[in-house]
């Protein structure tokens, strides 16, 4: 199983930034596809981003978070983060980074494994 730690989350003005990132010593870690979902309380998770595997040529986005947000991966270190540039209130979640989906990686039923979650909290 994949294990995965997050880190980086914080209060926030709206306009502010964040970096998130995810950390594991998982061997395999650049041939995994990596994805970030986020979750409100009482709410379902849901996708935010998503890397292709290797070299990370290829991104998707939740059309909220498109030209705000920015997937990216550092395989020497077994890294993923989420670049988050103006910050909206609506972006208030749990941040969570997900690996290796097999299906349909927009859903979170898709992933292998998970991290504990980042807490991002966007004030008005």
């Known amino acids: 199983q994949v294990q995965l730690v997050e880190s980086g989350g914080g209060l926030v003005q709206a306009g502010g930034s964040l970096r998130l990132s995810c950390a594991s010593s998982?061997?395999?870690?650049?041939?995994?596809?990596m994805g970030w979902f986020r979750q409100a309380p009482g709410k379902e998770r849901d996708f935010v981003a998503v890397?292709?595997?290797?070299?990370?040529?290829?991104?998707f986005y939740a059309d909220s978070v498109q030209g705000r947000f920015a997937i990216s991966r550092d395989n020497a270190k077994n890294m993923v983060y989420l670049q988050m540039n103006n910050l909206k209130p609506e972006d208030t979640a749990a941040y969570y980074c997900?690996?290796?989906?097999?299906?349909?990686?927009?859903?979170?039923?898709?992933?292998?494994?998970w991290g504990q979650g980042t807490q991002v909290t966007v004030s008005s």
């Open positions: 997900a690996a290796d989906p097999d299906g349909n990686w927009r859903s979170p039923q898709a992933y292998n494994g």
């Open positions: 998982e061997r395999t870690f650049s041939s995994l596809p």
């Open positions: 890397i292709s595997s290797g070299s990370g040529s290829v991104t």
